[in-house]
């Protein structure tokens, strides 16, 4: 089968677009599968959370996604092939971060934000239960490659006026994608982390579920700090003991249940 490809984005910086990637790659993989994460965001945290060092520590641009962007520029495709890592995690693999990534940012031609669309085109990723692509906060070339090669976009947003506010942008961009360069493009969910039991986070996902009804996740990420020291300890929050880990695991694991991913045992972990 072929691996739904899935876009983690929001403008707004620190929102849980990475942790919501690494925890439902750690979901999946707790159940057998497979993930494929493909770091777009030279800030490389999702590479770095899954224990794989960025391009730039290692100076190799190999195995990262600073190279399917060079190598599509030289009329190469499928090549993402060649630069698929594995991770410090059982079933996880990545492309990982370069910091040069940054360059792509707002340099680039017309055919730039097609690059890694190119780089996947052709290749067997069947392998892999879902592609997950953490994007950066911003709404440049890097963003625009994921949503051009994407079959969907998870928004993940924090219940604060930033964050809806985000959300309401996001969908603009999502729009306008959809008209031209893939139409084929849905919103898989928007989905709300770090909420905390106070009047504010209460009142802000309420306004979400109105503005947006279904498009909501039922299932909210509670803000723990356990997903924070998971992260730092670069282990599968499905493997992290203590402090709220367990209420975590959950919450991904009710996530993914609501999500178009299909944990197949033909994807189930090889590594
Ligand atoms: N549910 C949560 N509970 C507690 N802390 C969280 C939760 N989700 C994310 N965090 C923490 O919040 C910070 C920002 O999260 P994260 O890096 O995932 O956001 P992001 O949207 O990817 O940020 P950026 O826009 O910079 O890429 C991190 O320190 C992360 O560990
Ligand atoms: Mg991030």
Redesign the pocket.
């Known amino acids: 089968m072929t691996p739904r490809r899935i876009a983690?984005a929001?403008q707004?910086?620190?929102?849980?677009?990475?942790?919501?990637v690494t925890g439902l790659a750690s979901a999946i993989t707790a159940r057998g599968g497979r993930v494929l994460i493909i770091d777009m965001?030279p800030?490389g945290?999702a590479t770095e959370g899954v224990g794989v060092p960025r391009g730039e520590d290692l100076a190799v641009y190999e195995g990262t996604t600073w190279a399917l962007f060079i190598e599509s520029s030289q009329g190469r495709t499928g090549h993402v092939v060649e630069h698929i890592r594995p991770s410090k995690w059982d079933g996880v693999d990545v492309v990982a971060a370069h910091i040069n990534l940054a360059n792509v940012e707002q340099g680039g031609g017309q055919e730039t934000p097609w690059y890694v669309d190119l780089a996947l085109e052709d290749a067997d990723l069947s392998m892999y239960a879902a592609i997950l692509f953490?994007c950066?906060?911003s709404l440049g070339n890097l963003l625009f490659s994921a949503l051009n090669t994407v079959d969907s976009v998870i928004v993940?947003t924090e219940p604060t006026v930033d964050g809806v506010k985000g959300v309401k942008s996001l969908r603009k961009t999502v729009a306008l994608v959809q008209k031209r360069p893939n139409p084929r493009l849905v919103i898989d969910g928007i989905v709300i982390?770090?909420r905390r039991a106070n009047g504010e986070h209460e009142f802000r996902e309420e306004e979400l579920r109105k503005s947006y009804g279904d498009m909501v996740a039922r299932t909210v990420?509670?803000?723990?700090?356990?997903?924070?020291d998971a992260?730092?300890a670069q282990i599968p929050i499905h493997r992290h003991r203590g402090g709220k880990s367990l209420a975590?695991q959950v919450a991904y694991d009710d996530l993914l249940a609501e999500l178009p991913i299909e944990v197949s045992t033909v994807s189930a972990g090889v590594k």
């Open positions: 983690f929001n707004k910086g620190g929102v849980g677009k990475t942790a919501t965001d800030q945290n953490d950066p906060p993940v982390n770090k990420i509670p803000d723990y700090v356990a997903r924070q992260h730092s975590l």
